[in-house]
């Protein structure tokens, strides 16, 4: 034989050689291209979201808002595990977890669940308890599973704010909110993805729950302008604030709560930040306020999603029903 | 009659003007869908009849959710057993006390999970309640039809085969081999001719 | 995950009427607005920056120790030094098992959330690590008064090596002139979380276990103090786990705007005597030592 024989001990390249991949512009110009400037401060990032892309699960979601991206499975209502400890369970009993996938940050994630992963579950968790009919599912669970497959980055005590490339910046403010507000839209995205993936598995619920985020900041160019001289320093209120931070203010406080838009019920509600509370809870009221209407814009959003996958199923159905008329080998095929 | 879909927490019509069905809850005198799904309005059989009197009891409102295919894959998913329900079931142990059972079929749908119960001594048959002997009544491996008489405790539905209708309705023989029903307490195997002792439902 | 019920369905159904009444009747007879007695004790811990122990009636006893650590700047790519004095991290440990109750790590949470704005004046990276040993339900409040008490005890070493130096920093051993991690009257002080629940209409601040497991919502609300006139600063509001044991089918899921609004309210009224009496008593003890 002309050729020799290969070398079994080591992995061979092919024999026809590699061409090294290509891609197209990783340059810092689209790093990110996700906040436009030009979103109005009401105005919510666009939401894509969609049911049942998971078949082996009772119900899924998918949600994707801007950089951020997670899938929602819900498992049962299930029989409780045979070595469950808790008592006869007249309701179901709802588990939550948040995972990150290990990719999904700039700093890699472990496999096991970190004190941030368990604190999301317990608000996510707080967030659907009170929406889902549990007593209608004695004796078993319902499991929510989120997996979160790319987030904004939070910031790992880092304020990459201050700095640009080359030349030191003298820093403005220290955007101490930075990480509230990466966590807060994580919240809210795993809340309104969470009830969508409830509604699909068909269980039933009072109400769905909209995941909302409002942040306030200092408004800087009030305070130039001096327009409300007295009333401190203009606020500036932001719904669903991205993580990249503003060109002016510093940041105040940052609101996430989850909504029961048909009940005006707020089932989990999370404020961290600086609110004064010299006249009373007027300053925590607005922020609330706007983290509201944001949950309210996602509702529109959650609505249709929910209802996307059913309509289709409805629409097949009544396609489907004049052909069974027309013949019986149509049926068959399907 | 069905409509367009609906989403929980979308109000229906006023509490007073329907009876609640499935799929939908009362909030505020205010009939509130809790599921993604059609809206269904059936007028209640007994007004029909009487040619509408005063007191006529309001239409029956409630809320479906679609099922993705034929077979019900998906709506079955959230099926649960509750007291009265018919199941079907497979034995997976006995001992002198009771059967414990693996519940795959609840009122006629297959459920994603099998549920475990149990069918105690005392609720094998109607009569000559202590007489019964779980040994001579199920073997494991037999399918039976069951009730649902509570939800029992926190790991165990508890059946009841206390009727003629119920029962072992499928069994093989200590040797492997089908069997079929001569009584309603015995079983006979279609190749050696064997008979064994089980609590038989009646075929039809 | 849900909140262990330590009283049966009638028991929490009496309880839930109980509460909903117009005045309401708390199973200790407290006013809504009534804290449990407190006993509190700070810097006793001979081998910690600041230590605190708080004992609540029925609430069990709560030990805190602040231990300053040196720990290497993992920040040095960028931000090495701007404004890093103000920052000082907060990492909380709760010590013991016996930290599963409702709301348990609602309050610490709240605490070290909170906490980094409201530190000031030490100027290398410190890490208090607080180390909480509740004996039984521990109550947000206790957690989080331990740590409001120890906070306010803590003296940290006196830094003699100059800061711009990207060093391990050296620190003096003369105790005497060591600098409180927060100066006597200055502000912000260290927050507070205050539990509250709502059951009916009525709004309960401090709730027992008893109550937390009958209430509908609960919030737990962290406030520091912003001057010496009292005024408060809300840094923190969250949600509570609570029992929703005694209320009907179909009633409240959530909270209504006009409830979140007259409980935080509540806590706003009553944060600013709290954190002063605390602090009053920290500084007699310390005087004292």
Redesign the interface.
């Known amino acids: 034989m002309a050729s020799r024989a290969p070398d079994r001990r080591r992995n061979n390249p092919p024999s026809h050689g590699t061409t090294p991949p290509v891609f197209l512009s990783t340059s810092a110009g689209d790093i990110n291209p996700v906040q436009a400037p030009s979103r109005p401060p009401d105005e919510i990032r666009k939401i894509f979201l969609r049911t049942g892309l998971v078949s082996s699960v009772?119900g899924s979601s998918f949600l994707e808002i801007a950089p951020l991206k997670l899938s929602v499975s819900v498992l049962g209502?299930?029989?409780?595990p045979?070595t469950?400890t808790?008592?006869?369970?007249a309701q179901a009993?709802?588990?939550?977890e948040v995972k990150f996938a290990p990719f999904a940050s700039t700093v890699r994630r472990g496999y096991v669940r970190d004190s941030s992963e368990r604190?999301l579950g317990?608000?996510l968790?707080?967030a659907l308890?009170?929406?889902i009919?549990r007593?209608l599912?004695?004796?078993?669970r319902i499991e929510v599973v989120v997996t979160i497959l790319d987030s904004e980055d939070e910031g790992?005590?880092?304020?990459?704010v201050?700095?640009e490339e080359g030349k030191t910046v003298e820093?403005r403010f220290?955007d101490?909110g930075r990480s509230?507000r990466a966590l807060g839209v994580v919240l809210a995205g795993c809340i309104t993805a969470a009830s969508a993936a409830l509604?699909?598995?068909?269980?039933?619920?009072?109400?769905?729950v909209s995941g909302g985020v409002a942040s306030v900041f200092v408004d800087g160019s009030e305070v130039k302008g001096k327009a409300k001289e007295g009333a401190g320093p203009g606020r500036r209120y932001v719904r669903d604030p991205s993580i990249a931070p503003l060109d002016e203010g510093a940041p105040l406080?940052t609101c996430v709560l989850?909504?029961?838009?048909?009940?005006?019920?707020?089932?989990?509600?999370?404020?961290?930040?600086?609110?004064?509370?010299?006249s009373?809870?007027a300053?925590?009221?607005e922020l609330?306020?706007e983290a509201?209407a944001a949950a309210r814009s996602s509702r529109g959003v959650l609505?249709e999603a929910?209802?996307e996958r059913?309509?289709f199923?409805?629409d097949k159905?009544q396609s489907a029903d004049p052909s069974a008329v027309g013949g019986k080998d149509t049926e068959m095929t399907g | 009659m069905t409509s367009a879909l609906v989403v929980p927490g979308q109000p229906l019509g006023p509490a007073h003007a329907y009876v609640p069905g499935s799929g939908v809850h009362v909030f505020n005198g205010q009939i509130v869908s809790s599921l993604v799904g059609q809206v269904v309005t059936t007028a209640s059989t007994s007004t029909s009849a009487s040619a509408s009197t005063l007191t006529s009891t309001p239409p029956t409102i409630s809320v479906v959710k679609p099922s993705v295919a034929a077979d019900e894959e998906g709506s079955s998913a959230t099926l649960l057993p509750d007291v009265n329900s018919e199941v079907l079931c497979r034995v997976t142990r006995i001992n002198a006390r009771q059967a414990t059972v693996a519940v795959f079929v609840v009122n006629g749908r297959v459920c994603g999970d099998d549920f475990q119960g149990v069918i105690r001594v005392q609720d094998v048959r109607q009569t000559e309640v202590d007489r019964v002997r779980i040994f001579t009544s199920f073997r494991p491996g037999d399918i039976v039809r069951a009730k649902v008489i509570s939800l029992g405790d926190q790991s165990n539905y508890y059946l009841s085969t206390a009727h003629n209708s119920l029962g072992v309705v499928m069994a093989n023989s200590e040797a492997g081999d089908p069997m079929y029903p001569i009584n309603w307490r015995e079983m006979k195997s279609s190749r050696t001719g064997v008979v064994e002792e089980r609590k038989v439902a009646k075929p039809f | 995950m849900p909140p262990p019920t330590p009283l049966s369905p009638p028991e929490l159904s009496y309880l839930y009427t109980s509460l909903t009444l117009s005045p309401p009747i708390r199973p200790d007879l407290r006013a809504p607005s009534q804290f449990r007695p407190i006993v509190a004790e700070c810097s006793f811990l001979p081998h910690c920056n600041g230590s605190a122990r708080i004992c609540m009636a029925e609430a069990g006893e709560c030990i805190v120790g602040i231990k300053a650590e040196v720990e290497k700047d993992r920040t040095t790519k960028y931000a090495t030094i701007i404004e890093r004095d103000k920052w000082i991290e907060v990492t909380v440990e709760v010590a013991g098992g016996g930290a599963s109750g409702p709301g348990s790590g609602v309050g610490v949470g709240g605490i070290s959330g909170a906490e980094r704005r409201a530190v000031g004046g030490w100027s290398s990276d410190i890490g208090p690590v607080l180390l909480l040993t509740p004996t039984s339900h521990p109550s947000p409040l206790l957690l989080s008064a331990a740590a409001n008490v120890a906070l306010d005890s803590t003296f940290l070493p006196k830094l003699t090596s100059p800061h711009e130096v990207d060093d391990i920093p050296a620190f003096s051993d003369d105790w005497a002139i060591s600098t409180p991690l927060y100066e006597p009257a200055t502000f912000p002080r260290p927050p507070i979380s205050l539990p509250i629940v709502a059951v009916g209409d009525n709004v309960f601040l401090d709730p027992s276990v008893a109550e937390v497991a009958a209430a509908e919502v609960g919030l737990v609300v962290t406030l520091t103090l912003a001057d010496s006139e009292g005024n408060c600063d809300l840094v923190g509001v969250r949600g509570m786990e609570v029992g929703r044991g005694g209320g009907k089918e179909g009633e409240r899921k959530g909270t209504s705007r006009k409830l979140l609004r007259q409980m935080v309210d509540a806590c706003i009224r009553e944060a600013g005597d709290v954190i002063k009496g605390l602090g009053e008593s920290t500084r007699q003890q310390m005087f004292r030592a």
């Open positions: 009772t209502p299930r029989p409780l045979r469950s808790t008592p006869f369970a009993i709802l588990t939550t604190d317990s608000r968790y707080q308890v009170g929406a009919r007593e599912y004695p004796k078993s790992d005590e880092v304020n990459t201050c700095i820093p220290w101490v509230e509604a699909d598995a068909g269980i039933e619920m009072f109400d769905l406080a989850g909504y029961m838009a048909a009940r005006d019920e707020i089932s989990e509600l999370w404020i961290s930040g600086r609110l004064g509370t010299k009373g809870t300053e925590m009221d609330v306020d509201v609505n929910a209802k059913i309509q199923i409805v159905a």
